[in-house]
């Protein structure tokens, strides 16, 4: 199987490239890249605590599912695509925004993307791939900032960037 690669972009969002998505890690080149955060009816957000076996961020918890665009797909082509086999479910997806952050991390690579940040909604359990997440949960949105301040270290660099951004949206549209 040859390795994913990951769509190499500039600060507009457009393509100059493709590099192996491990080669970009190491060398902090920036990538297209989405997030997806699914809330249910009572408007609590999915989370999803990353498998043991990940080359960064094992075990954290971050939102429900996060990966990298193939060359063709669109950002919501993507984000079907990759919630199906992080989670084993697909719903209707919605893009919110978009954000560029670096964040590099202790085994010496870092993560330097332009993500697009997506909604959806889905009221039912996961079915989680073991390989993609070791676990999942259910939190309320208030619940998620308090966690955040006192126990930082259990997420992932980006959601904690990712999700300051994420409760503004739902301050303002009172999901």
């Known amino acids: 199987m040859t390795e994913e690669k990951v769509i190499l972009v500039n600060e507009k969002d457009e393509q100059i490239g493709l590099m192996p998505k491990l080669e970009a890690h190491e060398k902090a080149v920036l990538h297209r890249a989405f997030s997806i955060f699914i809330l249910n009816e009572n408007n609590q957000v999915m989370l999803q605590q990353r498998a043991a076996n990940k ?6 918890w971050t939102n429900t599912c996060c990966s990298h665009q193939r060359e ?4 919501l082509q993507a984000g079907n695509r990759r919630l199906q086999e992080e989670m084993g479910f697909s719903t209707e997806l919605k893009e919110l925004f978009h954000f560029i952050y670096k964040a590099p991390f202790d085994n010496g690579l ?3 993307e332009l993500d697009h940040v997506m909604i959806g909604y889905y009221n039912e359990a996961p079915k989680i791939n073991k390989d993609e997440a070791e676990s999942w949960k259910w939190m309320d949105i208030d619940g998620i900032k308090i966690d955040l301040k006192e126990n930082p270290e259990n997420y992932t660099a980006w959601f904690k960037i990712i999700f300051e951004e994420f409760y503004h949206f739902l301050e303002k549209a009172k999901v």
Do not use: R
């Open 72 to 75: 063709g797909e669109t950002n």
């Open 55 to 60: 080359y960064h961020s094992p075990l954290l």
């Open 110 to 112: 870092t993560e330097h």
